[in-house]
Structures are given as structure tokens and as C-alpha cells.
């Protein structure tokens, strides 16, 4: 199983500059592919930011969320947050060498907390924390 950071699934559901790059990579995985109840939450933060920047319209932003919600029930599987997740969190972000986001961390802890086998992200600064986590981390090129 493989853990698509929320840059991942917005790309593939928004069409931006790294859309390109998260449609190739998602065509050649073979694997499923899981986010979490946090993806979620930051999914739809982003687009309700998008919306009130003016970047998307209302409408545009409902029918991103339609979509999300359909990638989610088709293609996607969710993973659910336990108390170690966040307890594992906790203890990365003491190394502050690591320079992690709270949300950065949460997502990390959830993805190997299950046993994923690896975590996949646009977030260039993420994938050097996580490898200083020594987590196997997979930084996709625009």
C-alpha cells in the first residue's frame, strides 16, 4: 500500500501544474493507494481557500469536492488515525532537525503506522524530513 500525500490528490483532482506528474504517476501504480481521514480535511480546506481567493468558483469548488469525494470512493482507501498515530507524531516533531508540520507528521505517522510501504508527495522540504526519519518517502517531480 502506498500513501498519496494531499498535493498528490489535489493534482489529480485540480488541474494545475502538477497535475501532469500525479496522473503518471497514478496511471503506473499497481498498488492501492490510501489517504486518510486527514486528507480529507486538508482537501477540502484547500479548495474552500481557493474559493475565497477567487481562484475557483463556488461552483468549480463544489464540483472539485464532488469529484475528491468520487476519487475517494472508487480508487482510494482510507486509513484510519489511532491514538499512536498522533503519539508517534508528537515524538517526531520533537527533532526539530526535522523541521515537520504538525499535519506533515500526522500524515507520516498514519501512513507507516499501516504499514505503508512507502509515501509518495510533491512537498520537496517533507520528503528531506522524512528522510531523516529514515521513512521511505518518494518526492514526485513536476
Known amino acids: 500500500m502506498i500513501y498519496a ?3 498528490i490528490v489535489l493534482a489529480l483532482v485540480c488541474d494545475d501544474d502538477l497535475s501532469d506528474a500525479a ?3 497514478y496511471k503506473s501504480v499497481d498498488e492501492t493507494i490510501a489517504i486518510s481521514p486527514w486528507t480529507v480535511i486538508e482537501f477540502r480546506a484547500n479548495i474552500g481557500l481557493r474559493v475565497r481567493k477567487k481562484e475557483f468558483t463556488r461552483a468549480a469548488g463544489l464540483t472539485a469536492l464532488a469529484q475528491f469525494d468520487r476519487l475517494v470512493d472508487s480508487a482510494l482507501h482510507a486509513l ?3 491514538e499512536s498515530h ?3 507524531a508528537r515524538d517526531w516533531l520533537a527533532h526539530p532537525e526535522c ?3 504538525s499535519g506533515d507528521a500526522l ?3 498514519i501512513s507507516f503506522g499501516h504499514q ?3 509515501f509518495v508527495t510533491f512537498d520537496q522540504p517533507l520528503g528531506a524530513s522524512a528522510r531523516k526519519l529514515n521513512l521511505p518517502v518518494h518526492v514526485l517531480k513536476p
Open 5 to 7: 500525500d494531499t498535493n
Open 23 to 25: 496522473e503518471a504517476w
Open 80 to 82: 484510519a488515525p489511532a
Open 86 to 88: 498522533f503519539l508517534k
Open 99 to 101: 523541521a515537520l508540520h
Open 107 to 109: 500524515h507520516l505517522a
Open 116 to 118: 505503508c510501504r512507502q
